[in-house]
């Protein structure tokens, strides 16, 4: 079931592993959406906004983001705060993904516009089942992003 | 004055009469010898007034300026009768002069030295007046032996008078400016504590202000620590989530293998090594990491709760405790039917505190005791609580099994466990119940024997009538 206009999915996480079950429990949740992993805040940024190392990137494709909270340099917050600033971007869904699950920053997610918060358990299982409703939600969600206002 | 400055000052006015008394004597025996009274009388009185003199500039010494005027005054009295045997003018105008030195000195006179002046005055005047109605013509007097008499008495007496009065005065005056120098010397003390009490409370503030300084660096402090704590616990969480779903990975890649080798066909003894590396090795191995990942994972929610318990704001109300605690039986009623333990709740005061808050300690002290009743023995649970003083006390009594005194000081530290092998936990709930009695101001301890039981005490605020 993969959609008429293919959604990709930005996971934009520092840490290595995380991006990696992520990807792993997506796929075995049936997405197969192309699954983009972006290591740092600064590069999230870059690929949104098609510029620096992802100045070539198609900008008509959909994206989804999946952002974790606490990356070192450009946190996830700031991420988020940039491309809900944006017009051209800020339709496009974010899921904050992080361990935070301190009430002031979930708030604060919220307030800033983020979609979805959904705090990474710790319980594998838990985690999967989390994945999974994702991976479901993923693939009823509606994009509809302009691509000509991108910036 | 001090009494020995007193005792000097009489001793000197003894002499100055005893010496005036002696050239009184000498003098009037001269005159009697050369006959010559008026002589005589008008060196014994200026005798007289030289020694009021002396006094009078004493006095003045010591700025005194009431009595030396009033000693200068009679002096003039004294003087003006010495004169009159020897003025060709009579006695009327000298009755004047008295007077005129009064309105002289009227300036500086009061109280006692006014009534002194006044009665050596009347006196001067009352015995010049009278020698002038004894003796009309003054200059067939000086030889008469009345009018030396008369002269001279009135002189002495005018003399004694006054040195008597000064004398007498002198008690009145000393005592007087005694107590006026006792009340400067108390306005100097009153001064010199009420400098030092200023700069004590220079000092007071000071140090006060040093002591809220470290309040608010305490509070800074322990702020920091428990955001520090809370950042910890989040970023321990972070590789365990790697651990936890890669360790599942591995499992789920182990059941995959195995499967594909039930379908394959392999030699005997290589299946049979394969699947003893798979149950012995990998499948072990996986266990030990599962379960140090969820004591790990206890761990650090168990930090994580305790962090939150100090970030936690509090919203403080007036508190039914009796409430609180029979709704906690509520929910714990199963396990107080499985223990079959007996619950005795006294009437509970109420308290001002956060309502969860204190949910959470009386929760966790009951669930405590339920867990660690003491095996082949009725549980017996007591709850009770007295106000005191500005707080209130409650405790919460088991008969249960007890803490070995030796553990007694680890008791409200976080992760200490006493009797693992009867309840699970996580070693957490001694340490949440003092971090929260602690927050609200109060104090929690414990009395436990060893195999008899444990109360635990602690003490909230009360309801004061403000709050009420």
């Known amino acids: 079931m993969v959609p008429a206009r293919e959604v990709s999915i930005l996971v934009v996480d520092d840490d290595e592993g995380h991006a990696e079950l992520i990807r792993i429990n997506l796929r075995r949740a049936g997405v197969s959406n192309p699954i983009v992993p972006l290591p740092s805040g600064a590069d999230a940024l870059d690929c949104v906004f098609c510029r620096g190392a992802y100045a070539g990137r198609q900008g008509d494709g959909e994206l989804l983001v999946l952002l974790d909270i606490n990356m070192a340099g450009i946190d996830g917050v700031e991420v988020l705060r940039q491309i809900k600033a944006n017009p051209g971007t800020r339709k496009i869904p974010v899921i904050m993904l992080t361990t935070t699950d301190d009430p002031r920053e979930v708030n604060r997610c919220y307030d800033l516009g983020c979609n979805v918060y959904l705090t990474k358990p710790v319980d594998p299982s838990a985690f999967i089942d989390a994945i999974r409703r994702l991976g479901l939600f993923i693939s009823i969600v509606s994009t509809p992003t302009d691509p000509s206002k991108l910036s | ?468």
């Open chain 2, 1 to 468: 004055m001090s009494e020995q400055a007193q005792r000097q000052l009489r001793h000197f006015l003894t002499a100055l009469i005893a010496v005036a008394v002696f050239f009184e004597a000498i003098f009037v025996a001269f005159a009697i010898l050369l006959h010559s009274v008026a002589l005589g009388s008008t060196v014994v009185i200026f005798t007289g007034f030289l020694v009021t003199c002396v006094i009078s500039w004493h006095s003045m010494r010591q700025e005194k300026l009431g009595r030396s005027a009033s000693i200068v005054g009679v002096s003039m009295v004294v003087a003006a009768l010495s004169l009159a045997p020897i003025l060709p003018f009579g006695y009327p105008p000298l009755a004047m002069v008295p007077l005129i030195a009064i309105a002289a000195m009227l300036p500086y006179l009061g109280g006692h030295s006014l009534r002194l002046m006044m009665i050596a005055a009347i006196l001067g005047t009352v015995s010049i007046t009278g020698m002038g109605l004894f003796f009309p013509n003054p200059i067939e007097l000086p030889r008469s032996l009345i009018h030396f008499l008369l002269v001279t008495g009135a002189a002495a007496c005018s003399f004694l008078i006054l040195v008597l009065f000064f004398q007498f005065g002198e008690g009145l005056r000393g005592s007087q400016e005694d107590l006026q120098r006792e009340r400067d010397k108390l306005e100097i003390r009153v001064e010199e504590r009420t400098a030092e009490l200023a700069a004590l409370n220079v000092d007071l503030r000071q140090v006060n202000e040093q002591l809220n300084r470290r309040t608010v660096q305490l509070a800074q402090k322990n702020e920091e620590v428990e955001a520090f704590v809370y950042i910890v616990s989040h970023d321990l969480r972070s590789p365990l989530v790697n651990l936890q779903g890669f360790s599942k990975e591995l499992e789920s890649c182990c059941k995959e293998l195995e499967e594909r080798l039930r379908g394959a066909t392999l030699p005997a003894n290589v299946e049979k090594a394969v699947n003893s590396i798979l149950a012995d090795g990998i499948y072990r191995a996986l266990r030990f990491i599962s379960v140090s990942m969820t004591k790990l994972q206890r761990l650090i929610d168990a930090l994580l709760r305790l962090s939150r318990l100090g970030r936690q704001e509090y919203r403080l109300e007036r508190v039914d405790v009796g409430a609180v605690v029979s709704s906690t039986l509520d929910s714990l009623r199963q396990s107080i039917q499985e223990s079959g333990a007996k619950i005795s709740v006294q009437p509970l005061p109420e308290t001002f505190a956060d309502l969860t808050a204190v949910g959470q300690v009386f929760s966790n002290l009951i669930g405590n005791a339920l867990k660690y009743l003491q095996l082949g023995r009725p549980g017996l649970i007591e709850i009770g609580g007295e106000p005191r003083d500005a707080m209130v006390h409650y405790w919460v009594r088991d008969n249960g099994s007890g803490i070995h005194a030796g553990a007694q000081r680890r008791l409200f530290q976080a992760f200490q466990r006493f009797h693992p092998q009867l309840a699970l936990g996580d070693g957490l709930g001694l340490a949440i119940i003092k971090r929260v009695v602690e927050r609200h101001g109060g104090t929690v301890w414990a009395e436990s024997t060893e195999g008899v039981g444990t109360t635990f005490h602690l003490t909230l605020p009360a309801v004061n009538a403000a709050q009420g």
